[in-house]
């Protein structure tokens, strides 16, 4: 009789259990709000990317109705045989000007943009610089690339440029940092990585998938919040986040956004959006425009939350964005403080190896927009408690 060939995953999943980093899915039951019913609790929501609250924006909803009713629920095919529809177009032209740049083109996940533009930009003769700490889906893209990747410690413009310039002058090199670090919540090295792409004549890509909706004027973005218009050659966001629907994308020049439309393989080979998705996102770009309330509410949630943590004497690390990490060292102490609060009504996410280094493990708060006041201080209240009962501070 035929053995179980999968009887090691069972193991490995034993393993997990033992080391305390098994997770169970949490089931969000109705809508991704501040305050939600996950697992059948009410909880004050610390784990989400919706930092404007527009996944249930009114005019999203509508606009994401509408298109349904007038286009269909799918698009039924990739975008490079029948998949194009006008509203995919509208969409990456409203998005070249949000990011101010010639062209951009629509992935179906942040994840597919980062990896599919790395991976088509570079091939195995090439050279990737890239941050030790950026997002999987830039690492995935590296090593589909079959390019050298030689990795800078976190946000040190300085190595990244030894690494370049010990490079031939003629190598073809990529130089890539997130935005906004996605665990962390600093921002990348961008003005001095610019330097150094503007002396050696280096690739320079940001994955502002953390920063758009949230950085710059309008929530353009960190080229935006440092005013590097035209010195970044590729940026990368994200429709999943702040833009509250589902998708990647990627600004630059008109000939980088063809080449992508020839090269990127997610994008030739996985069908697109449903115009529903298209046009939410083309909603949440006007709201961004229309009501920068948002943007301002989510940066006054943030100050607050921030320095009622610091206040307790948590260790936040140095972060510069809504998403405050909580560092406790040991990753089974990260899921025990996470479990704690999630039984005192607040949910944020405990977070072990393999995503962050096994002495930096975490909770991570992100606040949003839409959380009041008398939620975020019932969330400290709850951190201080349960902290101080955990021995954390
Ligand atoms: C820094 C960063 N880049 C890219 C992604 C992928 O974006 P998406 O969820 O749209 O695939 C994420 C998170 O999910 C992220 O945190």
Redesign the pocket.
């Known amino acids: 009789m035929r053995g179980n060939p999968l009887a090691f995953l069972d193991t490995e999943l034993h393993a997990l259990r033992e080391q305390g980093l098994y997770r169970r899915l949490r089931v969000l039951h109705g809508e991704q709000r501040a305050y939600a019913q996950i697992d059948g609790r009410s909880v004050v929501n610390l784990s989400s990317?919706n930092y404007l609250g527009l996944t249930t924006h009114p005019r999203l909803r509508q606009r994401a109705i509408e298109a349904i009713q007038q286009y269909g629920a799918g698009s039924g095919s990739v975008r490079t045989i029948a998949g194009t529809m006008e509203i995919h177009l509208e969409l990456e032209r409203r998005l070249a000007a949000f990011k101010r740049t010639e062209a951009a083109v629509v992935f179906q996940?942040?994840?597919?943009?980062?990896a599919g533009t790395v991976a088509a930009l570079l091939g195995r003769d090439d050279v990737i610089v890239s941050d030790e700490l950026n997002?999987a889906?830039?690492i995935d893209g590296a090593r589909l690339s079959r390019a050298a990747i030689k990795v800078f410690p976190h946000r040190d413009a300085a190595a990244a440029r030894a690494i370049v310039a010990a490079l031939p002058r003629t190598q073809r090199a990529l130089i890539i940092t997130?935005g906004?670090?996605?665990m962390d919540g600093d921002l990348g090295a961008l003005p001095a990585l610019c330097d150094v792409a503007d002396e050696f004549g280096a690739i320079l890509m940001v994955?502002d998938?953390?920063a758009s909706g949230v950085f710059g004027r309008e929530g353009r973005g960190t080229v935006d919040h440092f005013d590097l218009h035209g010195r970044v050659d590729v940026q990368?966001g994200?429709?999943?986040?702040a833009i509250g629907s589902?998708?990647?994308y990627v600004a630059g020049s008109k000939s980088l956004i063809e080449f992508l439309y020839h090269r990127a393989r997610p994008f030739l080979f996985s069908t697109s959006h449903p115009p529903s998705v298209a046009a939410a996102s083309i909603a949440a770009l006007e709201v961004l425009h229309d009501e920068p309330e948002w943007m301002a509410r989510l940066w006054e949630n943030t100050r607050f939350f921030k320095s009622g943590l610091a206040a307790h004497g948590f260790d936040t690390g140095h972060s510069e964005s809504p998403i405050t990490p909580v560092l406790v060292g040991d990753a089974a102490l990260a899921m025990r403080l996470s479990d704690r609060l999630f039984e005192s009504g607040v949910f944020a996410q405990g977070i072990g190896f393999p995503t962050v280094p096994p002495d930096r493990a975490r909770v991570r708060t992100i606040v949003t927009a839409t959380h009041t006041r008398d939620e975020l201080q019932f969330a400290l209240d709850a951190f201080a408690r349960v902290g101080r009962e955990l021995g954390v501070i």
């Open positions: 990317n996940s942040g994840f597919t943009a980062n997002h889906s830039i997130d906004v670090f996605s994955d998938a953390h990368v994200t429709l999943s986040k589902l998708g990647g």
